[in-house]
């Protein structure tokens, strides 16, 4: 058989014509050739080939191999010819998608779109299919729709490239968003048209419409804001409400929409009765005091909903994983009334087979899992395991942490608990910038780990170069020194303070070189509490000068130059917030004490207590109280805290918009504004914080109201012109380099003499 006569057999069974039986003499393959591919290995094509060497090749296996070929999608074109007892399969590839670009598209990322058309199967190494190219295109199309960019304009180009291959470019004219002109909501009996149109998203153009982009018609925001609608109405009675329909006009010109929403308020019912019913293994009356949902109340669906999950909760922490619990409501439409029964299957109980880490790729996992309550092989219990991913967090080592507890596959009583955590880096070398009005920079600085190689130990050297400070410090913490928790560290420094080589900090001129060790260990009292005691001995050297406050120089000629002192320090410390890094809820509180025990050169005392309480507003919003009071004095023979022991306030962790340090008494044997400190401190935050679009778990904004002051001994605590106040606002951010935190603030009550700093940040970067 001659090479064309083999061409025509092929051809003629790949389009189903009949050929003759003996068209073709059937022959043994003594070899396979293949020809005309580009990308494509000739092992991939014999390992689809359905025929080898030593074959009888005939009409049969000819339609075989040619329907085998066309079937990987690889080829435009299949030729089988024959060379004698040679086989010569002649390929014709069809081109692959070297590369796909885009230009002018604004609203999407990149990114994004790439991994949608992948998984329609447009993508870079895919071979390329002109249907799917529009497919592509065409959905492209729609969501911009869905931005209300009706103008969208997507051209797309297919460029031939070098070895077969392709080149895809999606030009995009994007166009401006659709405006809305009016939103109109028929049918509102109830309640104000405008008071329902404040519960939307989208809205008419504003003075903030440039920013907010509210005006800017999206179908997605639209459902969003029906869904808001549907909840305030349910939320108050109206059991029956109801969209009935939605109209969404747009101008000749695509750039004006008008929506129309109709609704059928319904009336508003009561709730008549509640009943409990199905397998109550708890007592009814313990399940009747989680439900908040009463006879005699207006229906709420918020409230509705509340006491099914607090049921539910209540079970999973008695190991009910899967519990399910429905209200089903018996409805009087002539009084408007509704009876609630709810019904409650708890499931089996459920325990857990194992608890897996993931994402640890440094953090070994006997640091996380000493972190977890819910054990492997006990009952399931929610809060426990809510509580280990709340201390897993607040290791401070992880970025993220998230639990998954999926049930195990052909089991009905056992989960497995997933906890996922996404690491970050734990070394830090702090950077504090502060600059004044004068501008006048403040550099300090330190380098810690606190997750040595991975074992959950703390290891801080503190190097501060600036003029102010320059210290060196070295602490040590082993936060499970014992196995049920009791930490361990050590501590040692050197610290010289010296304010007049600042030009920055305003306080009566001295020095001190202080030089120290200490020991101190941490003692757990229950899941959020704990105590901790420490014994250090330290050795201060006091130079004074000619310009030293006279207060300074008395200390210095009653107590000499040199001092050493015998610090003991405790502390008990309460930790309720829901997060290490942004906490939206709990209680933060820490009292700490510092004693210098008699056997030293000074006896003195110091008590600080901390608090700080987050209130959820909203899913977005949160409200943060702060306060910082201190107050210290000496004992025995000493009358007075030493003054460089003194309480400082001022500056972006206390009073944003007043230098640091630079609040409190005023040296009083001076012309210069050269503030002393005092033994008392009274400081007070009030802060809405908020999240950023897209940055919920790395910044957050805050609006502030700060107040406080620092007092010296024989001085009330007033109300008067004492205490300083400003407002402003606030950027926390965990950046690339560290975590940054500025601020912009105003004086409220400046009075003269007052060293303001209107901006004011703290940068930190990480290794």
């Known amino acids: 058989m001659n090479r064309k006569l083999g061409a025509i057999l092929a051809a003629g069974v790949l389009s189903g014509i009949s050929l003759p039986a003996a068209a073709v003499d059937a022959f043994v393959i003594r070899d396979i050739r293949v020809e005309g591919i580009q990308r494509t290995e000739a092992g991939t094509v014999f390992s689809y080939l359905p025929v080898k060497v030593g074959d009888t090749f005939d009409d049969a296996r000819a339609a075989q191999s040619i329907k085998a070929l066309f079937a990987t999608g690889f080829f435009r074109d299949v030729r089988l010819e ?3 007892d040679v086989l010569v399969v002649v390929l014709q590839e069809r081109p692959a998608i070297a590369k796909i670009d885009f230009s002018g598209m604004k609203s999407f990322e990149k990114d994004q779109i790439l991994t949608a058309m992948k998984v329609m199967g ?18 492209l199309k729609r969501q911009y729709l869905t931005k209300g960019k009706y103008n969208a304009q997507i051209t797309t180009t297919v460029t031939p490239l070098e070895r077969n291959r392709v080149g895809i470019n999606f030009n ?15 049918g509102a009996e109830s309640f104000r048209e405008k008071d329902l149109l404040d519960l939307f998203e989208q809205t008419t153009p504003s003075w903030i419409s440039w920013y907010t982009k509210s005006d800017q018609y999206s179908r997605q925001k639209l459902s969003a804001d029906l869904e808001k609608l549907r909840s305030f109405y349910m939320n108050r009675g109206y059991l029956e409400f109801a969209v009935d329909s939605t109209q969404v006009a747009i101008s000749p010109d695509k750039e004006s929409i008008f929506v129309t929403i109709n609704i059928n308020e319904g009336g508003r019912y009561q709730i008549s009765a509640v009943k409990l019913a199905g397998n109550l293994i708890l007592p009814e009356d313990e399940l009747r005091a989680l439900a908040p949902l009463k006879p005699g109340q207006v229906f709420s669906r918020e409230v509705l909903n509340d006491s099914t999950k607090r049921i539910s909760d209540k079970l999973a922490e008695q190991g009910y994983a899967f519990a399910n619990v429905n209200a089903a409501p018996e409805i009087d439409k002539e009084k408007k009334q509704v009876a609630f029964t709810i019904f409650v299957d708890p499931g089996k109980r459920v325990y857990v087979r194992r608890v897996n880490v993931t994402g640890n790729t440094r953090t070994r996992d006997e640091v996380i899992r000493r972190e977890m309550r819910q054990m492997e092989g006990g009952w399931f219990n929610s809060e426990q395991v809510n509580l280990s991913r709340e201390r897993v967090d607040k290791l401070g080592y992880f970025s993220d942490v998230t639990v998954e507890t999926p049930p195990v596959a052909s089991t009905s009583d056992q989960v497995d608990v997933n906890l996922n955590v996404t690491e970050k880096p734990t070394g830090n070398i702090m950077l504090g910038v502060g600059f004044s009005q004068t501008d006048k920079v403040m550099l300090s600085g330190s380098i810690s780990q606190e ?3 991975g074992s959950g130990k703390h290891l801080t050297l503190g190097v501060n170069t600036s003029k102010l400070n320059r210290n060196i410090s070295l602490s040590y913490t082993d936060p499970y020194f014992t196995m049920n928790g009791v930490s ?13 080589a600042s030009d920055t900090l305003d306080v009566g001129d001295y020095k001190t070189e202080s030089t120290g060790a200490g020991i101190r260990f941490g003692f757990p009292l229950s899941e959020r509490q704990s105590i901790s005691v420490g014994l250090a001995i330290d050795q201060t050297k006091i130079t004074t000068y000619d310009e030293s406050p006279r207060r300074y120089k008395d200390f210095v000629d009653e107590y000499g130059k040199s001092n050493i002192t015998l610090p003991f320090t405790a502390s008990w410390t309460s930790d309720g917030k829901d997060s290490y890094i942004f906490p939206t809820k709990g209680t933060y509180q820490r009292v700490s004490a510092e004693i210098a025990l008699p056997g030293g050169d000074l006896q003195y005392w110091k008590l600080n207590y901390k608090f700080q309480h987050y209130i959820p507003l909203s899913k977005s919003f949160t409200l943060m109280f702060n306060a910082d009071l201190g107050i210290g004095n000496g004992y025995g023979n000493d009358e007075n805290l030493p003054f460089y022991k003194n309480f400082y306030a001022g500056g972006i962790d206390s009073v944003r918009g007043y230098a640091a340090a630079s609040l409190g008494p005023l040296a009083d044997d001076r012309y210069d504004d050269e503030h002393l400190g005092g033994n008392r401190k009274v400081v007070g935050n009030v802060e809405l914080l908020w999240g950023l679009p897209g940055y919920d778990k790395s910044m957050r904004m805050g609006w502030f109201l700060d107040a406080g002051q620092v ?28 975590p940054l935190k500025l601020s912009v603030a105003a004086p409220i ?3 003269k003499g007052d060293d303001t700093e209107t901006f004011q940040f703290q940068l930190g970067s990480t290794f």
């Open 82 to 84: 024959s060379e004698g």
């Open 122 to 139: 447009l993508a870079e190494t895919q071979i390329f299919d002109r249907a799917l190219l529009e497919r592509a295109e065409q959905e």
């Open 172 to 186: 995009v004219v994007e166009g401006e968003s659709a405006t809305i002109k009016s939103i109109r909501i028929v």
């Open 451 to 453: 997750n040595i190689f």
């Open 488 to 500: 361990q560290g050590f501590d040692l420094y050197h610290r010289r303070f010296d304010p007049e």
């Open 711 to 738: 007092y010296n001994k024989g001085k009330k605590y007033e109300y008067d012109d004492s205490l300083r106040m400003s407002t402003g606002l606030s950027l926390s951010w965990i950046s690339p380099v560290g």
């Open 749 to 751: 009550n400046k009075k």
